[in-house]
């Protein structure tokens, strides 16, 4: 792409930037394109359709050259603008952190619909392994009422999920803790604990997407030989820490939901709850404490 001698549209870069990252393999050369052209444009989507004649500055062609140099590495498109969307609601994100995937607003729909029913007061829920802060923030943006507690080993994590918190203007009713897992909040009580942990086999993540194994923090994705390493340690533990009909919901990866059901037997946990995802696949669990 010769910046300097010809007149870049939007239209004309849009069509360039899709057969460019087509041939360098991208899924979605379209709509990359077009995230990160809004992103050096700082505008909406919606302005690129009605302004496809529109030049582009020379700065404004070499920052999103920049943009597209990164994503031909295979950098995701979220690190690469800074943020992405979740549950209709705008989350801080980079290389600390998890990007948020549609599959965990099942998780997050699941536990709202669960808290909406149930009686007297939300209380506190925690949310183990926050990242961005994505589920737990979500959750206390749509129940008005709910109070939650945070915890990630990852410092640098924490801090994304504070800033995140700070632009929802959610601070007052959320607490951040680093810790492993249930520790840092061991002899609270808690109406919910909710909980995306690391559920991908360690002989599974060199298969993974480039955007994913290069870029995405493997502790916040690799779980062990089985991908149940997380799992049995908060199934085992989070019983101690919930009010008497309070439950235990985790998202699951691919054919482990039977086996996360299993554990919750053995451990004496209730009823058991299974919830599909929109491609039928079974994606969260929700054990209650409670038959």
Request: aromatic share 8%.
């Amino acid at each position: 792409m010769n910046i300097a001698e010809e007149i870049w549209t939007i239209g004309k870069i849009l069509k360039w930037t899709e057969e460019y990252f087509t041939r360098a393999g991208i899924d979605t050369p379209r709509l990359d394109g077009e995230v990160l052209l809004c992103h050096v444009l700082q505008k909406e989507r919606i302005h690129l359709y009605v302004h496809f004649d529109q030049p582009l500055t020379k700065e404004e062609l070499a920052r999103y050259k920049a943009c597209i140099k990164e994503r031909v590495q295979h950098k995701p498109v979220a690190y690469i603008v800074g943020h992405k969307d979740f549950m209709g609601l705008d989350f801080k994100v980079n290389e600390s952190t998890l990007i948020p995937r549609p599959d965990t607003e099942i998780l997050v729909e699941a536990v709202i619909s669960r808290l909406k029913t149930g009686q007297g007061s939300l209380g506190t829920i925690a949310d183990i392994g926050t990242g961005s802060g994505a589920i737990c923030l979500s959750l206390l943006n749509y129940l008005p009422e709910l109070r939650a507690v945070t915890v990630d080993i990852s410092s640098q994590a924490l801090g994304v999920a504070r800033e995140n918190a700070d632009n929802l203007g959610l601070s007052d009713r959320v607490e951040f803790y680093q810790g492993d897992l249930l520790e840092p909040i061991a002899g609270r009580q808690f109406t919910a604990i909710v909980s995306n942990p690391p559920y991908i086999p360690e002989g599974d993540i060199s298969g993974l997407e480039a955007d994913v194994k290069d870029f995405e923090p493997i502790s916040a994705l690799a779980a062990g030989g089985d991908g149940l390493d997380y799992y049995r340690r908060l199934v085992a533990e989070a019983g101690n820490l919930l009010v008497e009909d309070g439950f235990l919901a985790l998202e699951a990866g691919i054919n482990q939901a039977g086996a996360i059901k299993e554990l919750g037997l053995a451990h004496g946990w209730g009823r058991c709850e299974i919830v599909k995802d929109l491609a039928g696949i079974d994606r969260v669990v929700i054990l209650w404490k409670q038959k």
